[in-house]
């Protein structure tokens, strides 16, 4: 039987590109900077690494929040705060909730049959109130989010804690789905449950996590999930 649904949040139902991209440039104008495209790209590459480095444990969260513009400035060769940038940033990305292709569609052909979980790397102010703007707290039980443990995925320490809080949780009940093969694929690979990778873009497994099952469109979810609710052992 499959029971337990955990869902990511970012580039998996919620269009985080989309939201980042109208967050930087947002931020760069508040701070009598250029909104260009060249700008709002260079950021996302510095904000991807930083990220990267969260996962590998090399920087902290809180560094992680500041540092990202520290770097960006210098590239720009300007001086502005990164704090200030940060509290721009923040307000506006807690308000940028863009769903995935048929994300909704598809949360709802589920949730009366699964119960669905969201897991995300990211702050619990920010993910909560896209989650709210979306419409979509309505299809989980709960919402895990990493802030809140201290702890990101894909480290063993964010599942426990999640696993810890699901009445009668069973591994053997329960797949993972996301878009990144280092923090959700991985992650479920760690933590001893089934994957589902969703790959819209047809990207190449190389990282050598091991991914169960893959999906380019949400909506082949609810096929799949029933075909594997009965090959999953009772
Ligand atoms: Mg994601």
């Known amino acids: 039987m499959l029971k337990t649904v955990f869902f990511d949040l970012d580039d998996t139902l919620l269009d985080f590109k989309k939201a980042e991209d109208n967050a930087i440039r947002e931020t760069l104008r508040a701070l009598s900077l250029d909104p260009s495209d060249e700008n709002a790209a260079r950021y996302s590459r510095i904000n991807g690494a930083h990220w990267k480095m969260l996962e590998r444990g090399e920087i902290t969260r809180k560094e992680l929040l500041t540092h990202r513009f520290e770097v960006l400035f210098d590239e720009l060769h300007v001086m502005r705060s990164p704090e200030a940038a940060q509290k721009v940033y923040e307000t506006a990305l807690s308000e940028g ?59 063993i320490e964010f599942f426990e804690k999640c696993f810890e809080r699901i009445p009668d949780f069973k591994k053997e009940e329960a797949v993972i789905i996301g878009d990144s093969l280092s923090s959700d694929i991985k992650g479920g690979n760690i933590a001893g449950i089934r994957t589902i990778w969703y790959n819209p873009l047809h990207k190449t497994n190389d990282i050598g996590v091991i991914v169960h099952h893959e999906i380019a469109d949400l909506r082949e979810l609810p096929t799949l999930l029933s075909s594997l609710s009965e090959n999953f052992q009772d």
Not at 123 to 151: C, H, L, P, W, Y
Request: hydrophobic share 40%.
């Open 97 to 155: 909730a863009f769903a995935m292709p048929n994300a909704i569609e598809t949360l709802t052909a589920l949730y009366r049959h699964y119960d669905l979980y969201l897991v995300t790397n990211g702050a619990d102010k920010i993910q909560s109130r896209r989650v709210q703007i979306a419409d979509m707290g309505k299809f989980f039980k709960n919402i895990f989010v990493s802030e809140r443990f201290g702890v990101n995925k894909p480290h």
